[in-house]
């Protein structure tokens, strides 16, 4: 069993940058992929990045290419999001999740989810 807390959300002008961080409870936490999800009001939730349970691989979804980044640290059970160069189109509820396969995309594919922290970019 994982619990997952994310943190870091908050309001941010167009251009500027937050940190989501995502504290894992549980000694397995080194044995999971985690991911980043998000969800925009009336869409469906989407997903952001994923890093693999050593920390030695990373993807992204072609729009945050270049302007997120994933990591963690398995000694803190944290994994984190620092998202640079934010737009409008970024705001959205922003989730962490676990699981088996670092190559799993979909959010039916996670086992464990946190419950979110509202990312708001104004333009």
């Known amino acids: 069993q994982v619990q997952l807390v994310e943190s870091g959300g908050g309001l941010v002008q167009a251009g500027g940058s937050l940190r989501l961080s995502c504290a894992a409870s549980g000694r397995t936490f080194s044995h999971y992929a985690m991911g980043w999800f998000r969800q925009a009001p009336g869409k469906e939730r989407e997903f952001v990045s994923v890093?693999?349970?050593?920390?030695?691989?990373?993807y992204y979804v072609d729009y945050v290419q270049g302007r997120f980044t994933i990591f963690r640290d398995n000694a803190k059970n944290t994994v984190y999001l620092q998202m640079n160069s934010l737009k409008s189109e970024d705001t959205a509820v922003y989730y962490c999740a676990a699981a088996t396969s670092y190559y799993y995309l979909l959010p039916e594919q996670y086992d464990y989810w946190g419950q979110g922290t509202q990312v708001t970019v104004s333009s």
């Open positions: 890093i693999s349970a050593s920390g030695g691989s990373t």
